[in-house]
Every structure is written in C-alpha cells, then in structure tokens.
C-alpha cells in the first residue's frame, strides 16, 4: 500500500484544490508556482508537503536511478556515465560533485554555505528540523528535481495525439453552471392587491400608498379597506 503524502499545503492532498499536489502533465512554471507556494515552515518537520515528496517520490526514484546506473557501469567495459538517448531524464537527483552514498543534494551559494548532499531522507530531515536548510533551498531543489521528472513525460503526451483523446475523454473540461441572480426583495417594498370582479392585480410599488379608491359591494372602497 502506497504512503499517503500530505498536500503542498499541509493538510490532506485534495484533487478539488489544485495548487495541493502535483500532475503529471504541470509546466515547469506551475510547478515552481505550487512548490513555491507550498507550506514549509523553518524547522517544521510535521505535515511538511515539501518534505514528503523528497521522501515518498524524489529520494526512492533518485535512489533508483543510482542502482541502474551502477548495475550498468558493472556489466559494461566501460565508465559510468550518463550519455545515450534518455539518459538526461534518468538523471538521479544529485550534483555533480556529490560524494559516493549521496541520493539527494541541495544546492546553494557558496555565501551561504555551498552544496549540501544527503544519503538518506532522515539525513534531509534532521537537517531541516535543526534549521541547516532553508525552506527557500529546500523548494528550489524539489522544484529543479520535480521538473526534470515531469519534463519527459509532458514532452511524450504532447507528441501523442491518442494520449491526448484518452485525456480528454477521461477528464472532461468542465462547464462552470451559471449562477442563478438572486433578487432581494426589501421587506419595506409596498405591494399592493387589489380584488375587482373575482380578479387579483398586483400593482407597482410605486403606486402603493397613493388611496386609489377601488369599487367593492355597493360604494368606495379605499386601500384601508379590508379585502
């Protein structure tokens, strides 16, 4: 069963909110919009959104990217190197001049400290919970990692016209209804009603109050009349 990961937010991922999670399909500039957005409170480790994705998607599939690539160099004659059709987006989430063990770097100016590379998620978390890495570092780099992720796939279904039917089959674009006005009628606003011959007229507002004389029975009848 798949970790539930908390909403960019901080609260739960909710599909009818789209600025709490990521799709697969987000440009790269709605996807630094959300991250920038997200809730990553200084020292905050509890329903960290930006923290969860490091550690339920970017560090697993960085992780993986290392295995294979060091299973290749292993089976091959040659170095290890990322070179070759699609070897760009099978990137792992590091710099280049990370140590061996790394699955994540973080990378900063050198005024404030240079890069910093993290072999495990609680390494990550730790280091934020004690304030070693701001928020402002922490989304660039999940912002840099999620789009290097996203990019191949965006790229495939804008290439792809069937997968683009089946999209717009499965995901209609919705109609928004349109409001019904609603229209508030003062309770102070004169209404009047007047009875002649079996027959009931409502008349404006504006004539309401005037003592127009009605017929009722055999004489007059003015508005103070009961009915």
């Known amino acids: 069963m798949n970790a539930m990961v908390p909403g960019l937010a901080g609260g739960k991922m909710s599909s009818s909110d789209p600025d709490s999670k990521i799709d697969f399909l987000d ?4 996807v630094r919009r959300k991250i920038k957005k997200a809730f990553c409170e200084e020292g905050n480790v509890t329903d960290n959104g930006v923290l969860s994705f490091v550690e339920a998607v970017l560090i697993p599939i960085s992780a993986l990217r290392l295995e294979r690539a060091a299973s290749k160099a292993a089976n091959s004659d040659g170095p290890s190197s990322a070179s070759g ?3 760009e ?11 061996a063990g790394t699955v994540f770097s973080i990378s900063r100016d050198e005024k404030h400290g240079g890069p910093m590379h993290f072999p495990t998620y609680d390494a990550l978390r730790e280091a934020f919970e004690k304030r070693e890495v701001h928020p402002k570092d ?14 191949p796939i965006r790229k495939q ?6 997968w683009q039917e089946v999209t717009k089959l499965a995901y209609p674009s919705q109609v928004p209804e349109k409001k019904k006005k609603k229209v508030n009628i003062s309770p102070r606003t004169a209404v009047r009603i007047s009875i002649e011959n079996g027959v009931g007229e409502i008349l404006p507002s504006s004539s309401a109050g005037q003592g127009k004389e009605r017929e009722s029975g055999n004489g007059k009848c003015s508005d103070s009349c009961d009915s």
């Open 89 to 99: 987006e099978q990137m792992p989430f590091v710099s280049e001049d990370a140590p």
């Open 138 to 151: 922490l989304k660039s780099a999940v912002a840099d990692a999620l789009v290097s992720l996203l990019d």
């Open 27 to 30: 440009p790269p500039d709605a």
């Open 157 to 162: 279904f804008e290439e792809n016209t069937e």
């Open 85 to 87: 059709e699609g070897a």
